[in-house]
C-alpha cells in the first residue's frame, strides 16, 4: 500500500485509481494530466508494456466520461534504448490518442535528451495538428533559443523552471537566476508565439502564477496552469473557480517509491518541497 505522505502525490497503484481521481478534481472544474509512473528503462519490452498501458489509458479516457490527458516519459518508452523505439513507441500513442482528442504531453528529463525529444515533439505536432506538448525548463541556459525554435509550432509548451541537477556549464545555479530566466523565457512565450502554439505554465510559485495571469490580459493569449497533484490544491481550485484552465499532474503506478527516491536524490530542494507540501 501506498504510504500515507506518497499518498498525497500518487494517485494510485491502479489505472482506474487515476481514473477515478481525475473524475474527482474535474468535479472542482480542474482537468487531469495522467501520468503512469516510471522512467529510465534501457529493455524494450519494458518499454513497450508502459506503451500498451497509455494505450490503454487512452481508450479508458475515450470511453468513460472524464477530462484528462495524459503524460508520458522518453525514458519510460524507449529512449535510452534508441532514438528509433522512442519515437515509435510515442507514435502508437499519439496515433491512437490523436483521432480521439485527447492531448498527449512529452515529459522533459535530463539534459541528454532534450534534443531527442524536442526533434519527436516538432514533427509529431506538427503532423497531428497540436494535439502534442512538451516541456521545457528554464534552468537551462539553451531554453531561450529552444523557445524560439518551437515558437510556431501548433503543440503546446509547458514552462517549468526544472527539478534537474544539471551540470555548471549547461544551467543556472541560483534560484534568482532561474526565477529571472522564467519570468523572461515566460514573457517571450506570450509576446512571440503564435496563436497556435499553447502555453502552459508549469508552477506553483504564486509571484509567477500572477505574472502569468497578468501575462495573459496584456497579451490575450490563450493559456493554462498546470501544478501537481497534492502540491497547492487550495489554489487550483481557485484559479478554476475564476474561470482559468487547470490541469493536475496525477502521476500513478506501482513504481511509487523510486519516484520519491529518485527526486529526493537529485536535488535537495525537491524533498524540501515534497516536505512544505505535506505540511501545507
Not at 534501457?42 to 500498451?52: C, Q, V, Y
Not at 497531428?128 to 528554464?138: A, M, N, P, R, T
Not at 497579451?219 to 497533484?229: A, K, N, R, S
Request: hydrophobic share 35%.
Amino acid at each position: 500500500m501506498i504510504p500515507p505522505i506518497a499518498n498525497n502525490f500518487v494517485a494510485g497503484e491502479s489505472a482506474a485509481e487515476a481514473i477515478e481521481h481525475a473524475r474527482t478534481v474535474n468535479r472542482h472544474g480542474i482537468m487531469a494530466i495522467i501520468n503512469l509512473l516510471g522512467e529510465h528503462y534501457d529493455d524494450p519490452e519494458m518499454a513497450a508494456e508502459d506503451r500498451d498501458q497509455y494505450l490503454d489509458n487512452v481508450r479508458t479516457i475515450d470511453r468513460v466520461d472524464v477530462d484528462a490527458t495524459i503524460s508520458v516519459k522518453p525514458s519510460q518508452i524507449g529512449i535510452h534504448v534508441s532514438e528509433t523505439e522512442f519515437r515509435e513507441n510515442l507514435l502508437d500513442i499519439v496515433s491512437i490518442a490523436d483521432p480521439r482528442d485527447i492531448f498527449v504531453w512529452v515529459d522533459m528529463e535530463d539534459h541528454e535528451t532534450t534534443d531527442v525529444t524536442l526533434d519527436a515533439y516538432e514533427d509529431f505536432a506538427r503532423e497531428h495538428e497540436g494535439g502534442v506538448g512538451v516541456c521545457l525548463q528554464s534552468n537551462l541556459k539553451r531554453t531561450s533559443e529552444d523557445l524560439e525554435r518551437v515558437k510556431d509550432v501548433p503543440g503546446k509548451i509547458r514552462l517549468v523552471k526544472g527539478a534537474y541537477d544539471e551540470p555548471s556549464d549547461l544551467s543556472y545555479k541560483k534560484k534568482s537566476r532561474v526565477n529571472e530566466r522564467f519570468r523572461a523565457d515566460l514573457e517571450y512565450m506570450f509576446s512571440e508565439f503564435e496563436p497556435q502554439a499553447g502555453i502552459a505554465i508549469g508552477s506553483h510559485d504564486q509571484k509567477m502564477i500572477d505574472f502569468a495571469v497578468e501575462l495573459g490580459d496584456r497579451y490575450d493569449h490563450d493559456y493554462e496552469f498546470q501544478m501537481l497533484m497534492g502540491v497547492r490544491e487550495d489554489e487550483q481550485q481557485r484559479l478554476a473557480r475564476e474561470g482559468h484552465e487547470v490541469y493536475q499532474y496525477a502521476p500513478y503506478g506501482t513504481k511509487w517509491f523510486s519516484y520519491f527516491y529518485r527526486r529526493a536524490r537529485e536535488r535537495k530542494e525537491n524533498m524540501l518541497f515534497a516536505l512544505r507540501a505535506v505540511l501545507g
